[in-house]
Structure formats: C-alpha cells, structure tokens
C-alpha cells in the first residue's frame, strides 16, 4: 500500500481543483467563524433584575416573567430578583404578571443585569386568595362577606411598625383599636364592629398560621391602678416575620369559626420560603420615644399660699427649672436578620430578631429575642407539608400609672409649704426618684408556637388539610417593692412597704389546636360544585400559680421564700371546644356563587343539660361586571355580595356548675360551704349577622372601593340573676336573657391619583359607623327609670334598652345659684331626663335626680386617611391619619383634682366660672357631668420618608439592594378633649373609658437601614 499522499495521486488537473476547493473551504471558515461565534452569543444570552412594587419599592415575590414568542422564564425570589438565560437575539420584550398587580411589559436589551420592572397594584383584584373563613383557599371572587387583608411586609417597607398593633391600626374599617397606656410593651384592646355582649370577652379570635394562639389583653403585672395590667399577647409576634393579616369582622364572615368566633377572626400568615437562590436581609432600627409637649399636657395645679396669693404647680416645669428633666427619651433599637430560598421541592424562610426598648421613665423597658421558621416541603406532586414555629422571650419592665406611682404623684402634687412636702418638691406622696429607685413591676415571658400543616391533592376533585399545632405561653408577673432605704422610708409611711413585699404571679397557658378539612369537587347538572366537610378541636388551659411574700429582714433579698411572711395560692382553669362543619359552594361560570354551611359545635362551658348547638350560614356573590350586557366602560370590576351567618360565645369558664368552697368546720375539721348555684341550662350567646355590599374597581382601575352594610343581633345575652336565699346558694347566678343590636356601615376607597414614569401618588381612605344598642333585658326584677325601661347600672354606667352598651348615665347639672358671701354654689338644678329641671340634690346632700344619657363609652365613629408618593423611582413619601369620634371619656384627672383635692383654680376662685361648674367641684364626688368629656381626635400616626438603594449604592456595602428610612409615629394630635391624651384609660376595663394619671402614646422617630443580599 503506497504511502503517498492522496492528493499527489490524483492527475494534475484534479489536483488543481482540490487545492482551490480547500482553500476556498478555510477561506469560508475564516469569514463564517466570527459570525457562528456571534450567533452561539446571541443564543446564551443572559438578563437579569428585579420586579419592584411600584408603590412601596418593595421587591416583590412570586412574579412570573416570561420572554414573549418563547418558552423562557422564570419566577422572583423572595427579593423580587431574576434571571434568564439562553436568550437569543439583541432585544427581547419581557411579560411580568403577579397575583395582585397589573400585567407589565418591557422591551429590554440581552445581556443587562440591572433590570428594574415597576408593577402598579391592581386595587381589590378578585383573584386575591383568602384563607381565613373559607374551607380551602379561594378567590375573593368567590366569598360572600367582607374581607380585610393588609399587606403587612409592604407596610414594613415604607413605615416600620413595632409591633402588630400598629400594624393594624386604622388600616381596616370597622376594626377599633384602645390602646389604654402609652408605656413601652403595652398594647390595646380590639373590638370589631361594636359591642357584641353585655357580659363576655370582646376579643376577637387570633390565628397565627392556621392555629389558634392566646389573645389575652391587659396581662402583666398590676401596674395600673385597680389591679390593670396593660401587655396584650398580640405583641408578642414579630412584624418583620409577618407576611399579611386578614380580618373577618363578625357571624357573617366567621361561621365556620362557631363558638367563640362571635367577636371576629385575626388571621397572622408569616412569611414563607420562596423558590430560587438564597435571599439574606438585614435591618436595623435605632430611634427615640418621648412625651411630646409634656408641661402643657399635664395639667397645673393650683393653691391658695399663706400669704393668700394663689401658686401654680406643673411638675414638668417645676423639674425642669431646678436642672431635671422630669421625662427622659427613650433609646429604641431594633435588629433582625432573614433567611428565605429553596427549590420547588424544599422551600424555606427562617429569621430572628432582638427588640431593646427604653421609655421615658427609667422603670419602663423592653428586651426581646425572637426566632421564627418555616419549612415547606413537597414531596410528591399531591403532598405539600409544612411546619411552621415561632418563639419569643422578653422581659417587659412597665411603669406604676393610674391609681399609684411617679404619674399619680406627678399630677396630683401642689406648690410646697410645709417641710415635708418641700422635701417631696411638691410631688403628691413622693419625688419620682422613690418610685423608680423602690418599686418594680415586671413580666417575663416565655413563648413558642408551633403547627404543622398538611395539604393533600387527589387529582383534581379532592383536596384536603390537617392542621395541628399548639400556642405555649409561661408567664412570670411581679409586683416587688425593695426593702427601702432611709432615703425611701420617708415617703412611704405603710411599714409593709417600707421592709419590702413581692407578689409572683406564674401563669401556663396552652392553647391546642386540631383542624380537619376536606373538599371535593365535581360538575352537577352542568355547574361546578365544592362540598366541604371540616372538624376542629381546641383547648385552653390555664395554670395559675400565686405567691407572695412580705417583709424581708436585709436589703438585696428579692426571693419570696426569704420573707417572714409567705402567702400562696393555685388554681387552673380549662375550655374546650369540639366543632364540625359542612359546606356546599355552587359555581356559575366562575362569575355568581352561592353557598351554605351549617357547623355544630359542644363547648366545656355550657350548661350540663345543653350540648350541641347550631349555626347556619348562606352566602352569594355575583361578579356583575363580567356579564356580556354590563353596560358601564368605566367600571372595571364590580362584584355584589351578601351573607348571613351566626356563631356563638361561650360562658365564662365555670360558670354554668355548682361549686362550693372549702371552709372549716364546727369542730375544726375541713368541710364546704355554697359558693354559686350555676345553671345546668346555660347555652352560649349567639350571634345572628347579615351584611351585604360589593367590591369594585373604577376609571380604568384607578379607584377601588369596597362597601359594607351590616347588621348583628346577639340573643340570650348572658346576665347575672339574684339567688333566692331558700336555694341555699348567696350571690348570683349567670342566665341567658339579654339582647343587643350592632348595626353599620363600612367605606375603604383607594385611588391612584397620579401615575406617571417618575411620579406616582396614591391616596386611601376608610371609615366605618357602628350604631349599637342593647333591645332587651329579660324578666330580671330590675330598677326602672323615669320613663320605664329597666336597666342595669354599674358605676356611671348602664345597660338599659334602646341605648348603646355601658352608657355614661350620671347626674347632669342644668344651673345653680351663686353665693358671693359663701362663695358656694347653692340650688343646683338637673336634667329631669324629661326636657325640664329638677333639684339635684336633697337636703343631706344626697343626689336625688335622675341619671341621664351622658354618651358612650366607645367611638361610633372611626377611620383613617393615607397617602403614599414615589418619586424618581428611589425616594417615597407615607403619611396617615387617623381618627376617633362620638365617644365620651371619664377625666378623672380632673376629677380627682378639682372634687377630691381642690387644686383647679374654680376652688380658688369660683366668682370667675360658671355656677353649674362650681356647684359640682363643690360637690363630694355627687355631680360632676363636667368630667365625662368628648374624646374625638385625630393624629398624625405615621409619617416616613424612604430612599431605595440603587444597585452601585448596594454593592458598597455588598448587598443587592437596600434602603433607608425616617419614619415618626404619633408627631400630632388635634382634639378638644382637655384631658392628657383621649387614648387614655384602664385596659382591663371592657367598658369603663376612665383616664386618670396613664402614660399616653409617646411620639416616636426611628430611622432604619434594610439591606438584601
């Protein structure tokens, strides 16, 4: 075989053509490759982002973006980033949808890694799943009653908010929250639509993640006066881990809630893990509280000096002008840290935070850890699981208010005479230093919840969830007063005081939760159908342990055990709850829906001779807008709704049995004596709802607004019934009997006032009206008034027919005779209830007129106003609004000073004020209208300025985003009210508005750094 080359044996011709063939063939390659090297490009090019809400600047989740004319895209992290690669072409144009906002679409260039898609919300978009109130996630298409969902880690990004209250505040209609102190730690009471009951809690229920968790207000220790702490458990959860809340607001909506359920529903949805690479996020809050306007707000006053002229006193002032500040400002910090990613199959978010908390007393602080985790795994296409846990430990320190402490002192101290008030500066019993150096009033807590949730698909006809978790709250309450120093004993005189005492109260709380549900859908007779079928369990149990020692023999001994005085005491308490449910939803081409439930429920607390009860439901929509003959352009969504529905509120625990108390007997030994009848017939009072509106969008869906009317009766109120004494029992006994009316109207309006490449404006408004009244008592042998209705007195307050709940009832004063001799107030004449005049008083002094309508203990009125502006796309602007109206406060602050220790100027000089005014200073705590005082205002809540990091910014300090922001909270308030503050009162009172010495709402400015990476 020859070992020539080929081409060398071929004729010489054929060899020329070969050679040209070659060369011609490199020369191709040599023009071509360039070009394949430019296409290969063109098909691996990448792009990359973030989707950015238009309003907030937020990065938003979940996005779905899609190259248009192919296959490609790809869903936002947790950050609102993306990536897409092998993209071919120079050019493409980029689809963005999400849930909850308008479609979008790019042209952008290959090969960029520093897109920013701004998506505009889509206001009340009818595609927003719910969960709350609904057998299974569902479309608000599909829901018949109102639903108010907030947006909480948006609210995050634009004004930081320190705890849930907050976030809550003035954001949904109808929802009325009293925050009672201003102090650090403290939070409010929530009622929801008005009054629902004569006697029975008025909290609404609170879901963390699907599980029901403790909703207890006015815990802690008895640091207002009367035994009032001011901590709600609410506040124990961290914002920054929460994702949204929803709210259903009465029997309509909460049916499948059954007993308990009569006050409302608060569901909290944490933050979950989201598809795609590891998003870290840090942010960090530093910031003052402080007692704005503080010598103008409590009040100076006023005594007659041995010389005769008259001495003002304000304790402000009077610190400040001796080189003291009387209030500090008190350094807030906050840190916290995220953790959020996964694949489709693994999702996770963990994150944790650390609260450090100073008020404007040295005795009022604030530290708290959190941790919080969620994992969401799918480990077949039809099983999702997922565990959720929080936990928290804090240490809350509140100052003594109300009835005792530095604030009672403050108020009620007069200008100084004598050497031992001078001693005191003036201060009522003691100077501030005494209180914040003896007393302390503290709650550790220590809390961890956690669920798991599983989620089952079989196809696509049924689906089903389990729901199992557990809410564990140990709380240590104490009341410790040192023994004193030499320095200290001055002031306080009681030698229990002086040598020391401390009360522990330890409280376990559980509250356990069991929920089953299953729905399966078919087609029936051409409509699409769901059946539901659910079963819920919770118990709550409560372990309360007291003990409480007094007098300790040396300093520096705070342990109980170490008095020479021990008392003690334990008890426990436990309510549960079995329900089940079944619901039927029939589905007319996805735009009109009806549906019916009706659950049963047994409760531990009902009577022995009542068991199971029932509460039905019916609800409907119709989305009117998408039939073919709707004739109106201009609006783009309209759905009309309406439901009926009725849940229950359970008796207080134990009060349906007959119990008797340990006693000693004749000879020594131990026996029992009656303690109270019970009622073997005590049921739950019910609730019975109907409302009816709709939700709309409007001029191109620039203007959403959801409307809301409504109507709640409660039946077989419970009361308290004299014992006959031949029932051998003493005391009362709980019957079912009394009736009340909540009805009102409902308006939450958004409107996107300027839309443009570099300015946005949005502005929001809501408002709700209650009107509640109570329309029967029963058959109760009650007192009547002068115009016949029987009624329930309490205080200053009363229950009496066709009047709002605990309505202010007292003597109103109409005029009197002034005595320039006596300088005294003599012929006092009072409303007669009946148009005319009576004499107030008879001849001992004794009021003998009849109480009148005074007001309300509660706002009827309520709502709020925001506004939100971008700008450049890096800078944004929030303010809110809100306010409060139509209730009547107790000033007992005025009461105290002017009735009970005669420092107003009218005991000085009463010739220069009305005669009606100085018959009732002069009066011993008999008349006095003049303290019940409107309470309406309004405040500047929340007020912040923003600025979006651009990415060269971030990258300084190696994230992929960040901002910064100012925000203030409380900057304003605007009221007629003369008392401190109209938020003010005893937050263990249900019904009682009274203010008397309480820290008010503090202003706050915090300024905060969030970064991402």
């Given amino acids: 075989m020859s070992s020539e080359h080929p081409l060398l044996l071929q004729p010489a011709e054929n060899r020329r053509r070969l050679v040209c063939a070659r060369y011609l063939g490199l020369l191709a390659v040599a023009l071509l490759l360039p070009m394949s090297r430019a296409l290969s490009a063109q098909g691996t090019g990448t792009i990359s982002g973030q989707i950015v809400d238009a309003k907030n600047l937020r990065g938003l989740d979940g996005a779905q973006i899609l190259v248009q004319g192919t296959n490609i895209g790809a869903v936002t992290d947790g950050n609102g980033g993306f990536r897409l690669s092998t993209i071919s072409g120079t050019q493409v144009t980029l689809q963005v949808?999400?849930?909850?906002?308008?479609?979008?679409?790019?042209?952008?260039?290959?090969?960029?890694?520093?897109i920013r898609i701004f998506l505009a919300e889509q206001p009340n978009s009818l595609s927003e799943v719910v969960i709350t109130g609904t057998a299974e996630p569902v479309e608000k298409r599909a829901i018949g009653n109102s639903v108010t969902k907030i947006d909480a880690a948006a609210i995050q990004s634009i004004a930081p908010s320190p705890d849930i209250s907050s976030l809550l505040n003035g954001r949904a209609a109808g929802v009325v929250l009293t925050g009672g102190s201003g102090a650090i730690g403290s939070g409010p009471r929530i009622r929801i639509r008005g009054a629902a009951s004569l006697s029975l809690n008025d909290q609404p229920l609170i879901y963390l993640d699907g599980i029901?968790?403790?909703?207890?207000?006015?815990?802690?220790?008895r640091s207002q006066g009367f035994s009032s702490g001011v901590i709600s458990r609410l506040n124990d959860i961290d914002p920054e881990n929460i994702e949204s809340i929803e709210v259903i607001k009465g029997p309509a909506a909460a049916t499948l809630y059954g007993t308990e359920a009569n006050n409302g529903v608060i569901q909290i949805i944490t933050k979950r893990g989201k598809a795609g690479r590891p998003v870290f996020t840090t942010n960090t809050r530093m910031g003052n509280n402080w007692f704005?306007?503080?010598?103008?707000?409590?009040?100076?006053?006023?005594?007659?000096?041995?010389?005769?002229?008259?001495?003002?006193?304000?304790p402000v002032a009077v610190?400040?002008?001796?080189?003291?500040?009387?209030?500090?400002?008190?350094?807030?910090q906050s840190y916290s840290t995220g953790l959020n990613g996964g694949t489709e199959a693994v999702k996770y978010n963990f994150s944790g935070s650390y609260d450090n908390d100073k008020g404007i007393e040295p005795t009022n602080h604030l530290a708290r850890w959190t941790g919080a985790g969620n994992i969401s795994l799918s480990p077949y296409k039809s099983l999702d699981i997922q565990a959720t846990f929080n936990t928290t430990q804090q240490t809350i320190n509140v100052p003594l208010e109300a009835g005792g402490g530095m604030w009672f002192s403050a108020y009620f101290g007069q200008a100084p005479v004598t050497d031992a008030e001078k001693l005191r500066r003036g201060f009522y019993s003691a100077p501030p230093e005494a209180f914040w150096g003896a007393l302390k009033q503290y709650q550790n807590v220590k809390r961890t919840t956690a669920s798991l949730q599983f989620n089952h698909r079989v196809g696509t006809w049924l689906t089903q969830r389990l729901v199992v978790g557990n809410d564990l709250t140990g709380e240590d309450n104490v009341n410790q007063t040192e023994r004193m120093t030499p320095y200290n004993r001055q002031f306080f005189g009681n030698p229990v005081d002086q040598n020391g005492n401390k009360l522990t109260r330890r409280q376990e709380l559980s509250v356990s939760s069991v929920d089953y549900a299953a729905t399966a859908k078919r087609r029936l007779f051409g409509l699409q159908t769901s059946t539901s079928f659910g079963a819920q369990y919770f118990k709550r149990q409560t372990y309360a342990l007291a003990a409480r020692g007094e007098g300790f023999p040396a300093g520096g001994l705070t342990l109980v055990d170490a008095a020479a005085t021990t008392f003690g005491g334990e008890d426990y308490f436990e309510n549960a709850t079995l329900g089940f449910y079944g619901q039927h939803q029939v589905n007319l081409n996805d735009r009109a829906y009806l549906t019916a439930a009706l659950r049963v429920d047994n409760n531990s607390a009902f009577g022995e001779d009542f068991s199971w009860t029932t509460y039905p439901k019916v609800a409907g929509t119709w989305v009117v807008s998408e039939e073919?003959?709707?004739?109106?352009?201009?609006?783009?969504?309209?759905?009309?709704?309406?439901?009926?529905?009725?849940?229950?509120?359970?008796?207080?625990?134990?009060?349906?049995?007959?119990?008797?108390?340990?006693?000693?007997?004749?000879n020594g030994s131990s026996a029992v004596s009656p303690q109270s009848l019970g009622n073997p017939d005590l049921r739950p009072e019910r609730g019975k709802e109907t409302e009816m509106g709709f939700d709309g969008t409007f001029l191109q869906d620039r203007l959403s607004t959801e409307f809301t009317v409504y109507r709640r009766n409660t039946e077989d109120g419970i009361l308290s019934q004299p014992v006959a004494p031949s029932a051998g029992f003493a005391g009362d006994r709980f019957i079912n009997i009394g009736k009340i009316r909540s009805q009102g109207v409902e308006l939450s309006m958004r409107y996107a006032a300027v839309a443009r490449e570099n300015l946005t404006v949005d502005v929001g408004f809501n408002i709700s009206k209650n009107d509640n009244q109570v329309r029967d008592l029963g058959d109760l042998p009650l007192p009547v008034d002068e115009n016949g209705e029987k009624y329930i007195q309490f205080g200053a307050q009363r229950h009496i027919k066709g009047r709002p709940v605990a309505s202010w009832y007292d003597f109103r004063v109409i005029s009197a005779t002034y005595d320039p001799v006596t300088k005294r107030a003599t012929n006092a004449l009072c409303d007669n209830g009946k148009g005319g005049t009576t004499p107030c008083l008879n001849a001992v002094g004794q009021g003998v007129a009849p109480r009148v309508f005074l007001g309300r203990p509660d706002p009827g009125l309520e709502g709020s106003y925001n506004a939100s502006m971008t700008l450049f796309k890096r800078f944004r602007l929030y303010a809110q609004v809100d306010f409060k109206g139509g209730n009547v406060t107790l000033n007992n602050n005025d009461r105290a000073r002017c009735q009970v220790f005669a420092l107003c100027m009218s005991n000085h000089e009463p010739e220069k004020y009305d005669p009606a005014l100085v018959a009732q200073v002069q009066s011993p705590n008999v008349l006095r209208n003049f303290v019940y005082q409107n309470a309406s205002f309004t405040r500047l809540r929340e007020l912040s300025v923003a600025y979006q990091m651009g990415p060269k910014i971030a990258r300084l300090v190696q994230a992929r985003s960040g901002s910064l922001t100012l925000s203030g909270r409380n900057l304003a308030l605007w009221t007629n009210y003369p008392g401190t503050d109209p938020e003010n009162f005893f937050t263990l009172q249900q019904f009682v508005r009274l203010e008397q010495a309480q820290v008010p709402p503090l202003a706050q400015l915090l300024f905060s750094v969030s970064l991402t990476y």
């Fill in 628 to 666: 073919a003959w709707f004739p109106f352009d201009w609006v783009n969504q309209l759905k009309l709704r309406s439901a009926y529905g009725e849940t229950g509120q359970q008796p207080v625990v134990n009060s349906a049995l007959r119990t008797y108390s340990a006693t000693t007997g004749g």
């Fill in 292 to 314: 704005q306007d503080a010598e103008n707000r409590i009040p100076t006053t006023y005594r007659r000096m041995p010389d005769g002229t008259i001495a003002g006193w304000n």
């Fill in 97 to 114: 949808r999400r849930i909850g906002f308008k479609p979008s679409t790019q042209l952008v260039n290959v090969g960029r890694s520093d």
């Fill in 212 to 221: 029901r968790i403790a909703n207890d207000v006015s815990t802690g220790p």
């Fill in 319 to 332: 610190e400040r002008a001796a080189g003291r500040e009387l209030f500090a400002n008190g350094l807030t």
